[in-house]
């Protein structure tokens, strides 16, 4: 919602539109919210995935969308769907983006998240803080890349050699981790 807000002061011909749009989305949320336990929001890859393609839509921008992960482990599903949100607010905030490929593919050993844009921003290593060479400019991407490390997998960003910019995570999934599978037999059963 807050992305649609700026968006929304950017183009003040659109303004309305987005307005309303934001009271939507506000009035689903609050809604989604209330039907959640105690225990506090999940995200997950899916509904933000779908949040990705309407937002930067919203924004003029070309999405496309490659998400053939299947049920991945909730900590897992929660993680990249952290990580997609901040990319796409990284892209809205800091590029000059006109194309936009999210891809999701997993296998049996490893999820791999890649964002990827064609319109980096000037100074885009400082202002992406480009986990692939020095660490400066803002924390969101070199946090993010601690958080996924922590939990067992590797972030890189940074600026591509065709004018770009993308994002990789790439993730182990445990042998029968993956949400929706059988508890594996109990040795000796």
């Known amino acids: 919602m807050t992305v649609r807000a700026e968006l929304a002061a950017r183009d003040p011909e659109d303004a309305d539109t987005e307005l309303r749009d934001i009271a939507r ?6 809604a989604e919210l209330r039907t959640i336990p105690h225990d506090g929001p999940e995200v997950s890859l899916h509904v933000e995935s779908a949040s990705a393609r309407e937002v930067l839509t919203a924004a003029g921008v070309d999405v496309r969308l490659d998400i053939d992960a299947g ?14 949100r901040e990319a796409v607010t990284n892209i809205l905030r800091h590029s000059r983006a006109r ?5 999701v593919a997993a296998t049996d050993a490893r999820v791999l998240l890649r964002v990827a844009n064609d ?7 400082g202002a992406h803080g480009d986990a692939r060479t020095a660490r400066r400019g ?7 890349t601690a958080r996924v490390a922590v939990a067992g997998g590797e972030l ?3 600026p ?11 993730h182990p999934v445990s042998p029968g981790a993956r949400s929706g599978d059988p508890d594996p037999a109990p040795a000796g059963a």
């Open 160 to 170: 591509t050699g065709d004018g770009g910019y993308e994002l990789v995570v790439i």
């Open 25 to 30: 989305m506000a009035r689903r949320t609050l």
């Open 138 to 144: 803002g924390n969101g991407i070199v946090n993010l």
């Open 71 to 84: 049920l991945l482990d909730d900590r897992v599903d929660a993680l990249l769907a952290t990580v997609l």
């Open 156 to 158: 890189t960003a940074g």
């Open 99 to 103: 194309e936009v490929t999210i891809r």
């Open 119 to 125: 319109g980096v921003s000037p100074g885009a290593s």
